[in-house]
């Protein structure tokens, strides 16, 4: 089971830090740096970035691969994931939404729904992922 868990874990990691990093270095010159220009950092800060993902990911697996796992649905997976995401990318913009002086209603919306895409696509993969290797172990 922990292998499996595993599996779950870095399949989801690899699947959202690909789709992530396409996102980013395409929205970056497109949405983030017309839209946040004077208060983003020139170089991103890459222990907040890997603590993010370490924890974001382990987020995924626990709220939407796991009770996939027991569901032994997919869709379950593609639900979790959709509705985590979704809750946590609000709950970062409609925070800065609510606190920071001039941030865009549009990075609120676009983070959103990437945010609920791209993390009911990566806990898709996850389950998908583990639960075929586990049947082949």
Not at 34 to 63: C, Q, R, S, T, W
Not at 82 to 107: E, R, S
């Amino acid at each position: 089971m922990i292998k499996t868990y595993g599996i779950a874990y870095l399949t989801t990691a690899v699947v959202f830090l690909c789709i992530d990093a396409v996102w980013l270095t395409v929205m970056s010159s497109r949405l983030y740096k017309p839209l946040l220009g004077p208060i983003l950092l020139d170089d991103f800060n890459v222990k907040a970035a890997v603590l993010f993902y370490v924890i974001y990911i382990a987020g995924a697996v626990y709220f939407a691969v796991q009770p996939a796992f027991q569901s032994g649905s997919w869709m379950t997976a593609l639900v979790n994931g959709a509705l985590f995401g979704f809750c946590a990318y609000a709950t970062y913009d409609l925070t800065n939404q609510a606190t920071l002086k001039n941030w865009p209603v549009a990075v609120t919306i676009a983070d959103i729904c990437w945010g609920t895409v791209l993390t009911a696509i990566a806990a898709t993969a996850g389950f998908l992922v583990s639960s075929a290797l586990s049947r082949t172990a």
